[in-house]
């Protein structure tokens, strides 16, 4: 296989495989000239060629040791690559291997006197690893055009010059301009009015996406109108571009169970092949009467090319591979081959409500106020929510914009998940959330206001009930569809859990088809509806959340899925996988993608081991010649990887 790896992502076999396919690199298309490439394969064809046709005009010229010559020439152009590869691999103990293989089967040809099979043998192999390192660099170039969106340089307006610097050195709160056409280059806030970005890169939507001023711009969209400004609230390493690429790069490390199973079955199974081929050109001389060496070695060479189990070493870790590449075309990142094994099998779907079925955009729609000084309380809940990062504390925020947490002293700050937030503002205690934590500091309040349908955000100063703000949520057009996805793909149950009031958690599942919905949840409540959930050995849980809250959900749940647009850091860090468009409906799209990833490993393996036990049997017995036995290896393999490279054109 070629070795134009792209930084840590590689479609090789590893050396202790047991089997060499995947490491020969008899072709690189960067690192190696065409001339390189094709003319060891065109000396051979022009001289096999010739032998072939003297063979046929000149049999009494074209014999003995002039003929053993000519074919020796036609073979060693294809033949010394898998032999310095053969030898390197022994001096890493590594014996038995798929060049250790093609050498002694194509000379024992020679030493029976096939000559034309054993340059044969060896040819097609060659033009074999041409057509593998092509389907496999098709498939890396599907990750390796991710990772070309990694921006080279950043304009960074200083003391009122434009200084073009690599994005490594750019600090948090520089200004960075982005001319029409260049890579966003590191996570920043718009300055400018507005701008239109490609996000294909990051979340694999094509419609361009217009941010206004004030909104979130991530490394890695292309500006495509006007040069806009922004200042910058993240270093490189931290942006969501980096977290990308380096979810993209270590997902190829994470082996499927398939994968390792296939490693360890090489490792034995190849040295079981040698030890065959030895017994089927021994153990005949003493029960067969007319026993001819010859014969028996022929058959033996025969199974040996046969045997090499490169379609299944190559084309399980590829089908992972383009999974992980069809995924990420899709916006969505898998953290590893085995989560797409997981994920594959789910039956259960848990879903977080806030963030991910609704927008998580939060609107201040009534305030109530009983404090004697109505604006004080607005003041004072609004500078003490100025500390959380929580949806519903920013459109507190952004509903009153004419108060400025700094002008007020917020002191001893505590965020209590599931209920809301305490502090001392200007001296005074002031506690915002839910009905819970007023229970929990034993504050009376206006009992309709349990109510009422909508979010309430209760305010409490100084221990005394003040006032409350009711906010909601509009959910995404997208999560209908999410639902009814899910149910179309055989999910048994979905279930959505919340820290929100159970009145409109219950009328959320009702528009959307829900089977359970669970309000006034507490994370550790989450936990325990996926861990009563996991005690049915027969459920696969997945769980679906974007806030720290869901990050313990995400954690003990099977597979763990997080919202990568709104998502929380604490969320994408702990989650297996990572949907980068914020769409409920891409749970499907990863469901479909793995499914579709597990059915090419079997049919690849189905069908590998299949021709090759037929066409091994065939060759013991005598009935299948050298042809068959490279069909059985170079083309069992070929069909296999085209096979396993299918699911990058598929549509999702």
């Known amino acids: 296989m070629a070795r134009d790896s792209v930084k840590s992502i590689e479609v090789n076999c590893n050396k202790d495989v047991g089997c060499g396919c995947g490491e020969l690199s008899m072709v690189s298309a960067k690192s190696e000239s065409v001339w390189k490439t094709y003319m060891p394969i065109t000396t051979t064809v022009v001289i096999f060629l010739g032998g072939v046709f003297l063979d046929y005009i000149k049999p009494d010229f074209f014999s003995g040791n002039i003929r053993l010559i000519w074919y020796i020439i036609a073979y060693l152009p294809v033949a010394l690559p898998a032999f310095k590869y053969a030898l390197t691999a022994i001096a890493q103990k590594d014996f038995f291997n798929e060049f250790t293989l093609m050498i002694v089967a194509t000379l024992g040809a020679f030493l029976i006197g096939d000559y034309p099979e054993a340059v044969t043998v060896m040819l097609f192999y060659t033009i074999g690893e041409l057509f593998q390192n092509s389907a496999v660099l098709k498939a890396r170039?599907?990750?390796?055009?991710?990772?070309?969106?990694?921006?080279?340089?950043?304009?960074?307006?200083?003391?009122?010059?434009?200084?073009?610097?690599?994005?490594?050195?750019?600090?948090?709160?520089?200004?960075?301009?982005?001319?029409?056409?260049?890579?966003?280059?590191?996570?920043?806030?718009?300055?400018?009015?507005?701008?239109?970005?490609?996000?294909?890169?990051?979340?694999?939507?094509?419609?361009?996406?217009?941010i206004r001023e004030g909104e979130p711009v991530l490394a890695g969209m292309v500006n495509l109108n006007s040069v806009i400004d922004l200042r910058v609230e993240k270093k490189y390493e931290d942006s969501s571009l980096a977290r990308v690429l380096e979810m993209v790069q270590e997902a190829s490390s994470r082996k499927s169970k398939t994968e390792l199973f296939i490693r360890k079955f090489a490792r034995i199974y190849t040295p079981i092949v040698f030890a065959?081929?030895?017994?089927?050109?021994?153990?005949?001389?003493?029960?067969?009467?007319?026993?001819?060496?010859?014969?028996?070695?022929?058959?033996?060479?025969?199974?040996?090319?046969?045997?090499?189990?490169?379609?299944?070493?190559?084309?399980?870790?590829?089908?992972?591979?383009?999974?992980?590449?069809?995924?990420s075309h899709n916006g969505i990142l898998f953290k590893g081959a085995n989560y797409l094994d997981l994920i594959a099998k789910v039956n259960t779907v848990v879903i977080d409500k806030t963030g991910t079925l609704t927008e998580g955009v939060f609107q201040v729609q009534k305030i109530r106020s009983i404090y004697p000084e109505k604006e004080?309380?607005?003041?004072?809940?609004?500078?003490?929510?100025?500390?959380?990062?929580?949806?519903?504390?920013?459109?507190?925020?952004?509903?009153?914009?004419?108060?400025?947490?700094?002008?007020?002293?917020?002191?001893?700050?505590?965020?209590?998940?599931?209920?809301?937030?305490?502090?001392?503002?200007?001296?005074?205690?002031?506690?915002?959330?839910?009905?819970?934590?007023?229970?929990?500091?034993?504050?009376?309040?206006?009992?309709?206001?349990?109510?009422?349908?909508?979010?309430?955000?209760?305010?409490?100063?100084?221990?005394?009930?003040?006032?409350?703000?009711?906010?909601?949520?509009?959910?995404?057009?997208?999560?209908?569809?999410?639902?009814?996805?899910?149910?179309?793909?055989?999910?048994?149950?979905?279930?959505?859990?919340?820290?929100?009031?159970?009145?409109?958690?219950?009328?959320?599942?009702?528009?959307?088809n829900i089977d359970f919905a669970y309000g006034d949840l507490l994370p550790e409540d989450k936990v325990n509806h996926i861990e009563?959930?996991?005690?049915?050995?027969?459920?696969?849980?997945?769980?679906?959340?974007?806030?720290?809250?869901?990050?313990?959900?995400?954690?003990?749940?099977?597979?763990?899925?997080?919202?990568?647009?709104?998502?929380?850091?604490?969320?994408?860090?702990?989650?297996?996988?990572?949907?980068?468009?914020?769409?409920?409906?891409?749970?499907?799209?990863?469901?479909?993608?793995?499914?579709?990833?597990?059915?090419?490993?079997?049919?690849?393996?189905?069908?590998?081991?299949?021709?090759?036990?037929?066409?091994?049997?065939?060759?013991?017995?005598?009935?299948?010649?050298?042809?068959?036995?490279?069909?059985?290896?170079?083309g069992v393999s070929l069909i296999a990887i085209l096979n396993s490279i299918r699911i990058l054109r598929k549509e999702f």
């Open 376 to 512: 004080k309380m607005i003041e004072f809940a609004a500078a003490l929510e100025s500390k959380s990062n929580h949806p519903i504390a920013k459109a507190i925020l952004e509903y009153f914009t004419d108060i400025i947490p700094s002008d007020y002293n917020i002191a001893k700050v505590e965020e209590i998940a599931g209920h809301g937030m305490k502090g001392l503002v200007n001296g005074q205690e002031v506690l915002t959330g839910n009905s819970k934590l007023m229970k929990l500091h034993e504050i009376k309040y206006e009992q309709k206001i349990d109510d009422v349908k909508e979010t309430v955000v209760i305010v409490a100063i100084n221990k005394e009930y003040a006032g409350y703000f009711v906010i909601s949520d509009k959910v995404k057009k997208d999560s209908w569809n999410a639902i009814s996805r899910l149910k179309k793909l055989g999910i048994k149950t979905t279930v959505m859990l919340s820290g929100d009031k159970k009145s409109i958690v219950d009328d959320l599942a009702d528009e959307l």
């Open 141 to 210: 170039r599907s990750i390796k055009s991710l990772l070309d969106v990694r921006p080279d340089s950043a304009a960074v307006v200083r003391d009122g010059l434009i200084t073009t610097v690599s994005p490594e050195s750019v600090s948090i709160g520089e200004t960075v301009q982005v001319k029409a056409g260049e890579k966003v280059p590191l996570d920043g806030k718009m300055l400018s009015s507005k701008g239109s970005f490609n996000t294909s890169a990051l979340t694999g939507e094509s419609i361009p996406r217009t």
């Open 532 to 634: 009563e959930l996991k005690k049915d050995s027969d459920n696969i849980v997945v769980f679906v959340g974007d806030g720290i809250n869901d990050a313990p959900a995400l954690a003990i749940s099977d597979v763990g899925i997080a919202m990568g647009g709104m998502g929380s850091d604490a969320a994408i860090e702990i989650a297996d996988v990572v949907i980068q468009t914020d769409q409920p409906s891409k749970i499907a799209t990863a469901i479909q993608i793995a499914r579709s990833t597990r059915a090419i490993v079997i049919q690849n393996i189905v069908f590998a081991l299949g021709v090759k036990f037929l066409v091994m049997l065939l060759g013991a017995l005598g009935i299948a010649s050298m042809w068959e036995a490279v069909f059985a290896d170079v």
């Open 276 to 327: 065959l081929a030895l017994a089927i050109t021994v153990i005949p001389s003493f029960i067969v009467s007319d026993y001819l060496f010859s014969d028996w070695l022929y058959r033996a060479l025969v199974f040996l090319v046969i045997s090499c189990p490169c379609a299944l070493v190559i084309s399980i870790p590829l089908s992972y591979f383009g999974g992980i590449g069809a995924a």
